[in-house]
């Protein structure tokens, strides 16, 4: 079965500190792979994806991704968290662009 | 670029009345719209696609009847969820993606419409 696992509901970090939220996929071909981020009250935006080529995405707000085949992972890093970085953040995959299977989703909890 | 908006942002409701929530995309032509359905601490479940001037395709386990989606024109789509009970309490989000440009090849989300039924 298609499925996606985001295996931390909640992280704290200290803002400066660097960041990974783990992404884990059950897909029967290399699937499409996005980040996404949801702030409280507003709707999802997206933060970066990987159709095709280099393994290593950068996208917006310092954030990157590394796909990863023979861990079928998708782990997003930062290298120095932000206050502003507080929020819901969703992986998600599919065969192409339209029908995503999200995952739980990781909240992330930034203190000064 | 590529934002799209919902209205209403919440609802609420009495039980067995209808709700209809809009979904436009702002600056782009969404040929294809989804919606979406989110549970509390749970993730996104697809529940229908549309395409402009098309039927919409539901996922499976989602009542057609109940939820009526309509995908009039390049920048509309509405969700009437007809006769309203309390376990359609949802946060219901669209997206849209578009046939050019930055909007082809990925979906944006507007911002959620909290439907509470009474």
């Known amino acids: 079965a298609q499925s996606v696992t985001q295996p931390d509901i909640h992280i704290t970090v200290s803002e400066g500190a660097s960041l990974e939220l783990r992404c884990n996929y059950s897909?029967?071909?290399?699937?499409?792979l996005f980040w996404y981020v949801q702030s409280p009250g507003q709707g999802l935006q997206l933060l970066l994806k990987y159709f095709s080529g280099d393994t290593l995405v950068q996208g917006i707000k310092g954030f990157e991704a590394e796909f990863k085949r023979s861990q079928s992972s998708f782990n997003l890093r930062k290298p120095s968290v932000h206050w502003s970085d507080a929020a819901e953040y969703f992986c998600?995959?599919?065969?192409?662009?339209?029908?995503?299977?999200f995952g739980t989703g990781t909240r992330l909890q930034v203190f000064p | 670029g590529a934002v799209v908006s919902q209205h209403p942002s919440w609802v609420i409701c009495k039980s067995g009345t209808s709700v209809k929530i809009e979904c436009r995309s702002l600056?782009?032509?969404?040929?294809?719209m989804f919606w979406y359905r989110q549970f509390p601490k749970q993730s996104l479940m697809l529940m229908a696609t549309s395409n402009e001037g098309s039927k919409a395709t539901y996922e499976q386990g989602v009542e057609k009847d109940k939820f009526l989606i309509n995908h009039a024109s390049l920048t509309l789509s509405t969700l009437t969820v007809t006769s309203a009970h309390p376990e359609d309490s949802s946060f219901y989000i669209c997206s849209a993606r578009g046939n050019s440009g930055r909007a082809q090849d990925t979906q944006y989300f507007g911002p959620g419409t909290r439907l509470t039924v009474l």
């Open positions: 998600a995959v599919g065969a192409n662009t339209d029908k995503l299977i």
């Open positions: 600056d782009f032509q969404a040929t294809t």
């Open positions: 897909y029967g071909a290399t699937p499409y």
